[in-house]
């Protein structure tokens, strides 16, 4: 084939609560200390990668969003370890790099547009416009209970108020002329209601990235409406993420009568499609599935296993041995939605732990997700380029194990293999994340 | 000669609206170079600017030592947030975090949000007093770790160390705990501006405050008005050597050779003449001595009308002269903005147990 190869695109997400389990690298300092994300973003900066995601710190909840369900948190039993405020924590690094973007998770549900935008645009003038926002609608019931406002009322509402929420957030960076002349603006919807003048000129990058975590029909629809970048989950081997890409992609994009107003008012451009993806490096083939099945051991802790169970199980199992059979209990009237039921996930734990004969904690670390790459830095860049020259993702959204070291050994041995494909930038050319991304600057609707 | 206490000084940062981090990188480092206590950069919904948090969390890896105070809106903002987002901020710089409780009282303000109408300005500081309350227990709400960075989770479910603080305030309730671990300063310094404030603010500086930023017509009124503090404070219960009392003053380094430009002298018809000097930074550093030499105040928080122009004059003329005359550091002994300022690493009030030894 003579074609040019399609641009693959790399982003890193910080490990967060869903990884809480995953082993600092002990070359590491702390977990928190502001020396563990420079490393990590000075990392990803040499490795030309698109940018750094951090989940946020408001919402511990997994559910629909980037944390598998299984490792996610609960409101109730939040992140052991605890991490920063991420719009915070990118205006710092952002000054300790100078082409990455930096993408920070915030909710729509327990935040105000006004507030949020103004953080948002401050953040893409700091960084010289690197900024993005990954718009998380997943709700924890509980999160709600720290915060003012009661933000969605329910599931099917979520959307409707995200995408307010976002289209609200444009009109408020695009509020000002080019020319740096504010102007009043009025929003008025079912959700928010805003009068009055932006405090921040557009932004670099007009308005910074939007990204859009989930894998179901509401939250392709929503990115594709609403963001610039889908990530989609670790999908199963077999099933692929082609059917996503494709349908979400080029089509989803296509106006239509019931594309929601924000769509039609920006210019067309490509929704960039990623996967998240987990990848292990080793010498050999065997090596590599070796520490694959070591760091799935390691992440699944056997409080971390509890944790799987409860929220399957919809109750306190605190009492229950990691290393013991599973509950012979049901689930309770708080289980995860499908997981009660003879066809549900509870029955179906039962069985694959009867049959293999496993404790709850091999049970978990059997049924959590493996990891999308697994092999020699060679097999493993193959294995990235062929999925992008088939067309299955624009690219990955990659959590390095053990962190932030993984990340230092995947910049050093795979990305160089990608470069020598010409699949992957050789350099960064442009200064900001949409010129990585390869997306236009959006219409200035005055 | 009578023992003098420590003097210490800040400086405002707040000019013309700029958005790009390398103005405010290299005023903040000139600061720095001066030995201050630490900066602030204030923030309003009401007019342009950006977000005054972000900033300083921008300038942090610039800088090492000097401390980084925003102002912080308490009105439409939530309370969860504004402890997330100071506590991170004193994670990236490392201990050198403040705040600067602010309110947005304006209609303007409140229409931007369209939650509720605006309220009177005593009734917004009674909730930003429950805002720096529930600030400060969600802070504490993760105990420190210890030995081992992380605190080692039981094996029930990692839930130790974990409190939740079930605050509930007037209009807001915050459950707790907080995402974010407790800041390497415990608590950040929590900073209470008087002006405007009335008698709301001053109750809950007294209360909440680590540092209070005053004016005053002449030492005598600077000195009763930190003598009521640290009676307020007293009256709290707390130790009112916990507080520390800056003279706020706006300062005109410009003399005669150049007027003010166009908006600049906005400074001396909004504050009065009482606490606006205009002249020059020798000058302004024999006054600086003589009120700190009477004991007025803990120290002078100093606000340019034109930072870009006269910080430098600032810092290399009246700072470099009161170190001369021994009066002010050359230097940061401390890492931390609560060593700066002399204050103690406040205790977690939910930790019972002996912090010391191995996580139980």
Same mark, same amino acid.
């Given at each position: 084939?003579?074609?040019?190869?399609?641009?693959?695109?790399?982003?890193?997400?910080?490990?967060?609560?869903?990884?809480?389990?995953?082993?600092?690298?002990?070359?590491?300092?702390?977990?928190?200390?502001?020396?563990?994300?420079?490393?990590?973003?000075?990392?990803?900066?040499?490795?030309?990668?698109?940018?750094?995601?951090?989940?946020?710190?408001?919402?511990?909840?997994?559910?629909?969003?980037?944390?598998?369900?299984?490792?996610?948190? #609960?409101?109730?039993?939040?992140?052991?370890?605890?991490?920063?405020?991420?719009?915070?924590?990118?205006?710092?690094?952002?000054?300790?790099?100078?082409?990455?973007?930096?993408?920070?998770?915030?909710?729509?549900?327990?935040?105000?547009?006004?507030?949020?935008?103004?953080?948002?645009?401050?953040?893409?003038?700091?960084?010289?416009?690197?900024?993005?926002?990954?718009?998380?609608?997943?709700?924890?019931?509980?999160?709600?209970?720290?915060?003012?406002?009661?933000?969605?009322?329910?599931?099917?509402?979520?959307?409707?108020?995200?995408?307010?929420?976002?289209?609200?957030?444009?009109?408020?960076?695009?509020?000002?002329?080019?020319?740096?002349?504010?102007?009043?603006?009025?929003?008025?919807?079912?959700?928010?209601?805003?009068?009055?003048?932006?405090?921040?000129?557009?932004?670099?990058?007009?308005?910074?990235?939007?990204?859009?975590?989930?894998?179901?029909?509401?939250?392709?629809?929503?990115?594709?409406?609403?963001?610039?970048?889908?990530?989609?989950?670790?999908?199963?081997?077999?099933?692929?993420?082609?059917?996503?890409?494709?349908?979400?992609?080029?089509?989803?994009?296509?106006?239509?009568?019931?594309?929601?107003?924000?769509?039609?008012?920006?210019?067309?451009?490509?929704?960039?499609?990623?996967?998240?993806?987990?990848?292990?490096?080793?010498?050999?083939?065997?090596?590599?599935?070796?520490?694959?099945?070591?760091?799935?051991?390691?992440?699944?802790?056997?409080?971390?296993?509890?944790?799987?169970?409860?929220?399957?199980?919809?109750?306190?199992?605190?009492?229950?041995?990691?290393?013991?059979?599973?509950?012979?209990?049901?689930?309770?009237?708080?289980?995860?939605?499908?997981?009660?039921?003879?066809?549900?996930?509870?029955?179906?734990?039962?069985?694959?732990?009867?049959?293999?004969?496993?404790?709850?904690?091999?049970?978990?670390?059997?049924?959590?997700?493996?990891?999308?790459?697994?092999?020699?830095?060679?097999?493993?860049?193959?294995?990235?380029?062929?999925?992008?020259?088939?067309?299955?993702?624009?690219?990955?959204?990659?959590?390095?194990?053990?962190?932030?070291?993984?990340?230092?050994?995947?910049?050093?041995?795979?990305?160089?293999?990608?470069?020598?494909?010409?699949?992957?930038?050789?350099?960064?050319?442009?200064?900001?994340?949409?010129?990585?991304?390869?997306?236009?600057?959006?219409?200035?609707?005055? | 000669?009578?023992?003098?206490?420590?003097?210490?000084?800040?400086?405002?940062?707040?000019?013309?609206?700029?958005?790009?981090?390398?103005?405010?990188?290299?005023?903040?480092?000139?600061?720095?170079?001066?030995?201050?206590?630490?900066?602030?950069?204030?923030?309003?919904?009401?007019?342009?600017?950006?977000?005054?948090?972000?900033?300083?969390?921008?300038?942090?890896?610039?800088?090492?030592?000097?401390?980084?105070?925003?102002?912080?809106?308490?009105?439409?903002?939530?309370?969860?947030?504004?402890?997330?987002?100071?506590?991170?901020?004193?994670?990236?710089?490392?201990?050198?975090?403040?705040?600067?409780?602010?309110?947005?009282?304006?209609?303007?303000?409140?229409?931007?949000?369209?939650?509720?109408?605006?309220?009177?300005?005593?009734?917004?500081?009674?909730?930003?007093?429950?805002?720096?309350?529930?600030?400060?227990?969600?802070?504490?709400?993760?105990?420190?770790?210890?030995?081992?960075?992380?605190?080692?989770?039981?094996?029930?479910?990692?839930?130790?160390?974990?409190?939740?603080?079930?605050?509930?305030?007037?209009?807001?309730?915050?459950?707790?705990?907080?995402?974010?671990?407790?800041?390497?300063?415990?608590?950040?310094?929590?900073?209470?501006?008087?002006?405007?404030?009335?008698?709301?603010?001053?109750?809950?500086?007294?209360?909440?405050?680590?540092?209070?930023?005053?004016?005053?017509?002449?030492?005598?009124?600077?000195?009763?008005?930190?003598?009521?503090?640290?009676?307020?404070?007293?009256? #709290?219960?707390?130790?009112?050597?916990?507080?520390?009392?800056?003279?706020?003053?706006?300062?005109?380094?410009?003399?005669?050779?150049?007027?003010?430009?166009?908006?600049?002298?906005?400074?001396? #018809?909004?504050?009065?003449?009482?606490?606006?000097?205009?002249?020059?930074?020798?000058?302004?550093?024999?006054?600086?001595?003589?009120?700190? #030499?009477?004991?007025?105040?803990?120290?002078?928080?100093?606000?340019?009308?034109?930072?870009?122009?006269?910080?430098?004059?600032?810092?290399?003329?009246?700072?470099?002269?009161?170190?001369?005359?021994?009066?002010?550091?050359?230097?940061?002994?401390?890492?931390?903005?609560?060593?700066?300022?002399?204050?103690?690493?406040?205790?977690?009030?939910?930790?019972?147990?002996?912090?010391?030894?191995?996580?139980?």
């Amino acid at each position: 084939m003579t074609a040019v190869p399609r641009p693959m695109h790399l982003a890193v997400l910080c490990p967060g609560a869903d990884d809480a389990a995953v082993p600092a690298d002990p070359r590491s300092a702390g977990r928190i200390d502001f020396a563990f994300f420079e490393r990590l973003a000075r990392t990803a900066e040499r490795g030309l990668f698109d940018f750094l995601l951090l989940t946020g710190g408001e919402l511990l909840t997994g559910g629909e969003g980037l944390c598998p369900p299984e490792h996610g948190e #609960r409101g109730d039993s939040p992140d052991p370890v605890g991490r920063p405020e991420p719009i915070t924590l990118l205006s710092a690094l952002a000054a300790v790099t100078e082409r990455l973007g930096l993408a920070a998770t915030a909710a729509p549900a327990v935040n105000e547009p006004y507030e949020l935008a103004r953080r948002l645009a401050s953040l893409d003038h700091l960084s010289g416009g690197r900024a993005a926002w990954h718009v998380a609608t997943a709700a924890d019931p509980r999160a709600g209970e720290n915060f003012r406002r009661d933000g969605p009322s329910g599931r099917a509402d979520r959307y409707a108020h995200a995408e307010e929420f976002v289209r609200a957030a444009r009109r408020l960076w695009d509020s000002w002329t080019p020319d740096g002349v504010p102007r009043r603006l009025a929003h008025s919807g079912r959700h928010f209601t805003i009068a009055g003048e932006f405090t921040v000129p557009r932004s670099p990058q007009g308005h910074p990235v939007v990204i859009h975590a989930g894998d179901s029909a509401d939250a392709r629809e929503f990115a594709a409406s609403a963001a610039d970048v889908l990530v989609t989950r670790h999908g199963p081997p077999a099933a692929g993420t082609s059917r996503i890409s494709r349908a979400s992609g080029p089509d989803a994009r296509a106006p239509g009568p019931d594309r929601s107003r924000a769509a039609q008012d920006r210019s067309p451009g490509g929704l960039r499609v990623l996967r998240k993806a987990a990848f292990v490096l080793g010498s050999g083939d065997a090596e590599a599935q070796e520490r694959a099945a070591e760091i799935r051991r390691q992440r699944i802790s056997p409080q971390c296993a509890i944790r799987a169970l409860e929220r399957i199980w919809g109750r306190d199992l605190s009492a229950y041995d990691p290393d013991g059979p599973l509950p012979a209990i049901d689930p309770g009237p708080a289980a995860a939605p499908g997981a009660g039921g003879p066809s549900g996930t509870a029955a179906r734990w039962r069985a694959l732990a009867e049959a293999k004969g496993l404790s709850i904690r091999q049970t978990v670390i059997e049924t959590s997700g493996r990891q999308s790459f697994i092999g020699t830095p060679r097999a493993v860049a193959d294995a990235m380029a062929d999925s992008v020259a088939r067309g299955a993702a624009d690219g990955f959204v990659l959590t390095p194990s053990p962190a932030p070291g993984g990340l230092d050994d995947f910049v050093a041995q795979v990305v160089p293999l990608l470069q020598e494909r010409g699949v992957f930038r050789p350099r960064y050319t442009g200064a900001t994340l949409r010129s990585h991304l390869g997306l236009p600057e959006p219409v200035w609707n005055g | 000669m009578s023992p003098t206490r420590p003097l210490h000084l800040a400086v405002a940062l707040d000019g013309p609206a700029r958005y790009d981090a390398q103005h405010y990188a290299r005023l903040t480092g000139l600061a720095e170079r001066g030995a201050l206590d630490f900066v602030t950069l204030g923030d309003s919904f009401a007019r342009p600017g950006p977000d005054a948090l972000a900033v300083l969390a921008c300038v942090a890896p610039t800088t090492h030592r000097i401390g980084l105070v925003p102002t912080v809106t308490t009105t439409h903002t939530e309370p969860f947030h504004v402890s997330t987002a100071v506590a991170t901020l004193d994670w990236v710089s490392q201990g050198r975090a403040g705040w600067s409780v602010g309110v947005s009282a304006t209609d303007a303000e409140a229409r931007l949000f369209g939650r509720r109408p605006a309220a009177p300005c005593q009734a917004l500081w009674r909730e930003a007093g429950e805002v720096a309350d529930a600030v400060a227990r969600l802070w504490d709400s993760r105990e420190d770790a210890t030995g081992a960075r992380t605190p080692a989770p039981d094996r029930a479910g990692g839930r130790s160390g974990l409190h939740r603080i079930d605050f509930q305030g007037a209009a807001f309730r915050v459950r707790g705990p907080s995402t974010v671990p407790r800041p390497p300063q415990g608590r950040p310094v929590t900073v209470v501006d008087l002006t405007g404030a009335g008698d709301a603010g001053r109750r809950v500086a007294g209360r909440h405050a680590d540092v209070v930023l005053v004016r005053a017509r002449d030492p005598e009124e600077a000195s009763a008005l930190r003598t009521a503090l640290r009676r307020e404070a007293a009256a #709290r219960g707390r130790d009112p050597e916990s507080l520390r009392v800056l003279l706020s003053l706006a300062v005109d380094l410009g003399g005669r050779e150049s007027a003010p430009g166009p908006g600049l002298d906005a400074g001396r #018809r909004r504050r009065g003449p009482a606490s606006y000097y205009s002249g020059g930074p020798v000058r302004l550093a024999e006054q600086l001595a003589r009120w700190h #030499r009477g004991g007025a105040v803990d120290g002078f928080h100093l606000a340019p009308i034109a930072p870009h122009r006269d910080l430098e004059r600032i810092v290399n003329g009246t700072v470099a002269l009161l170190q001369h005359r021994g009066l002010f550091r050359t230097f940061h002994p401390g890492g931390t903005l609560r060593e700066h300022l002399g204050l103690a690493r406040p205790a977690n009030r939910y930790t019972t147990a002996p912090t010391r030894g191995v996580s139980v």
